[in-house]
């Protein structure tokens, strides 16, 4: 017990000492693009105005609101202050809104449209990659090939595809958008509707190539653990078959929760083609137009969310295999 | 006259590969267990000694296929029952099963005690989780096993525990025969001479009632067997009481094997030596004759072309050669023991 708490101290000290380096690369690499983001916005503000002393004075004005006459450590030094009081800045791109409150609008719609794709593209595909292992014939036969193309079909290739085939040909689903464009969000029934209705496209589209490829691992795995010895023995002591798959199921499933951790971990910067495709609300579209606006602290907001997000899930895998995994349980107190 | 609880027919198993070849690995197979008794089996790797122990226990799984013959086990033909039945009704209830490698028959991730409680809430209906703690626990104990073992998981016990865990969990339901292959191939000598114990002890407390011990090792079989078949390429090549076949072999690959063992190299005295030369033959082919003619130091032209049958020198004692007991005798007295490598 003891060695196990070592162990996890030494693992918490080398996330915390991650995440310090992550805070850091993610100040500086969004401020090392040519460019001027402020010339930008002052231009857009300006538009009309014809006294270039004026332009002058509001650029001298939003140069200091964003700090950016200082040198580049004394902005360091702001941005992590603040970052202690919960603040990430003002966003250039749509100014005056925080980046929090940005960060936060977007949040739930990526996580209303992640969590519960991953999930569910995780549980269907592993239960009929099991299945394809365990029933093989025609069922493998059919659901195998058909697994291996969705998986190598790049996922904004198959969003796309959603689109022409149920927006544009069939006009079952809407195109694009989280509700209707001419919609206020409010708790209304209508409202509520139109949220379904967008839903469908980018959720099917993102769970039906997480099928694919989870499946196919799925089914390797499983297919390995039905051709080892203990399965031989459950039968010779007459377990029932279901049984016996549900072993191979935990067996098979134990390196897929990597995979599943890893993928809520990247959540955000997964969505991020699949919101564009679909022009969907959320946190990747946001860092999509946060990046061609040069919006330095939105930038910086979204992939200090994102790394966190990968740090805090591999955090979570570690401590979840060593409760689940009796192998790797013994493995740690050692 | 004792019980007879298994009985085995003319058997015939065949693996079946991709290549559309046909591996006959069990050979018309015949034999009877009495109530009470420890039949040895023994022959080289390869001879087909595992797929006659899946075979009895109708555990047919591609590529092994099932040919001819027939098991009786409490006077029902296994061989023709649906595999739920066997499932339900014989498989670890009759007949139960110790497996060659014992290391990596237990579930990683799954404590002892729940595996044990899956086995027998399969075969004893409404059986709760304390009744099967409590049988276990019990269990244990009396095969002198420490119980917290119970608790643990595979990975947590040594190799030698673990084999006697599997035997433990195998016979729980008191199954009347016990099918053990190879179990102490991969332990040392001391726990060797354990489960060997544990084995004989589950006989005398009457947990089962009778017994198959396969083993490579003819000697081994001196301290467990009651009789002994001798399994040569898919077929059986001498049977009889265990200290005839282990003292006094007729059949000239039991001679074989017995040497292995006895007779010493120069210089490395005392050591395992590989007494007959050549491998068995690959049973894809179609074989006439002795199939051990290739490797028999006493082989006649005869012995390459005309089938050899099954010899009955008593009832209790047969042998697959077609020369004499007599004859095989006086060659092996004659001291043309077979060469050493
Ligand atoms: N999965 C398999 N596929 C094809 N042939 C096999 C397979 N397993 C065993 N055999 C063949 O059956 C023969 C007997 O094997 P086995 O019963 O394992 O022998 P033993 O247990 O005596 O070492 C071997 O010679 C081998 O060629
Ligand atoms: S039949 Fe011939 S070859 Fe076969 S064991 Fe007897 S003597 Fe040897
Ligand atoms: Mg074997």
């Known amino acids: 017990m003891k060695s196990y708490r070592k162990y996890m101290t030494s693992k918490i000290a080398w996330y915390i000492l991650t995440f310090v380096v992550a805070v850091f690369l993610n100040f500086l690499l969004p401020r090392l693009i040519p460019g001027n983001p402020v010339s930008t916005i002052v231009s857009k503000i300006t538009s009309g105005m014809a006294d270039t002393n004026s332009i002058k004075r509001v650029y001298e004005t939003f140069e200091k609101e964003f700090g950016l006459n200082k040198p580049i450590w004394e902005q360091f030094m702001i941005y992590v202050s603040n970052l202690f009081h919960g603040n990430m800045g003002t966003s250039f791109g749509q100014y005056p809104r925080k980046v929090t409150d940005i960060l936060a609008s977007s949040i739930v719609w990526t996580i209303g449209l992640q969590l519960p794709a991953i999930i569910v593209s995780w549980i269907l595909g592993n239960v009929l990659g099991v299945l394809a292992a365990y029933i093989k014939k025609g069922f493998d036969r059919i659901l195998f090939p058909v697994f291996l193309f969705i998986s190598c079909i790049p996922s904004f290739g198959f969003a796309i595809v959603m689109v022409w085939l149920f927006a544009v040909v069939l006009k079952i689903a809407p195109a694009s958008g989280g509700y209707a464009f001419d919609m206020i969000p409010s708790p209304t029934f209508s409202f509520f509707l139109s949220v379904f209705q967008h839903y469908q496209l980018p959720f099917w589209s993102i769970v039906l190539v997480g099928i694919g490829g989870q499946s196919l691992g799925m089914r390797e795995m499983s297919i390995y653990e039905l051709n080892a010895d203990y399965v031989k023995y459950c039968r010779l002591l007459g377990l029932r078959d279901s049984k016996i798959v549900k072993y191979v199921f935990k067996n098979a499933v134990l390196p897929q929760i990597t995979g599943l951790a890893l993928s809520l971990g990247t959540m955000v910067g997964g969505a991020l083609i699949t919101e564009i495709v679909f022009s969907y609300p959320g946190l990747g579209s946001v860092l999509f137009n946060a990046i061609a606006a040069q919006d330095f602290p939105l930038i910086s907001g979204c992939t200090l969310l994102i790394t966190t997000g990968v740090l805090v899930a591999n955090f979570l895998i570690d401590i979840a295999y060593g409760l689940i995994d009796p192998r790797i349980k013994v493995a740690q107190r050692e | ?341």
């Open chain 2, 1 to 341: 006259m004792a019980e007879i609880l298994l009985q085995v027919k003319n058997l015939k198993s065949v693996y079946k590969t991709r290549f559309n070849e046909r591996i006959i690995a069990v050979d018309d197979v015949s034999f009877d267990l009495e109530s009470g008794k420890c039949l040895g089996i023994a022959g080289e790797s390869g001879s087909g000694k595992s797929t006659l122990a899946m075979s009895i226990m109708g555990y047919y799984h591609p590529p092994l296929f099932y040919e001819s013959g027939a098991v009786y086990i409490s006077g029902v033909d296994i061989t023709k029952l649906p595999y739920n039945q066997l499932r339900e009704k014989i498989l670890g209830k009759e007949i139960a099963y110790i497996p060659q490698a014992a290391m990596n028959a237990l579930n990683p991730t799954q404590k002892i005690i729940n595996l044990v409680a899956d086995v027998m809430k399969e075969h004893v209906k409404g059986i709760s989780f304390n009744d099967v703690k409590k049988i276990a626990e019990e269990r244990f104990e009396t095969l002198n096993l420490p119980k917290d073992v119970l608790q643990r998981y595979p990975i947590e016990l040594s190799g030698g525990m673990k084999q006697r865990t599997v035997i433990a969990i195998s016979t729980i339901l008191n199954p009347k025969i016990l099918i053990a292959d190879e179990p102490t191939s991969a332990l040392d000598v001391t726990s060797q001479k354990i489960v060997i114990k544990l084995l004989k002890n589950l006989i005398k407390r009457g947990f089962i009632k009778a017994m198959v011990f396969i083993t490579h090792e003819l000697p081994l079989l001196y301290n467990i067997a009651d009789d002994i078949m001798v399994m040569y390429a898919g077929e059986i090549v001498e049977s009889g009481k265990a200290e005839e076949v282990i003292f006094d072999p007729i059949h000239p690959y039991s001679n074989g094997l017995m040497n292995s063992i006895i007779v010493p190299e120069k210089g490395i005295k005392g050591k395992k030596l590989i007494v007959i030369p050549g491998a068995p033959p690959n049973l894809k082919y179609k074989l006439e004759g002795c199939r051990f003619s290739d490797r028999c130091l006493y082989a006649k032209d005869e012995c390459k072309t005309s089938k050899v049958n099954m010899k009955y020198v008593n009832n209790s004692r047969s042998y697959r050669c077609i020369s004499q007991v007599d004859e095989l005798k006086e060659m092996y007295k004659d001291g043309k023991k077979p060469a050493t490598t």
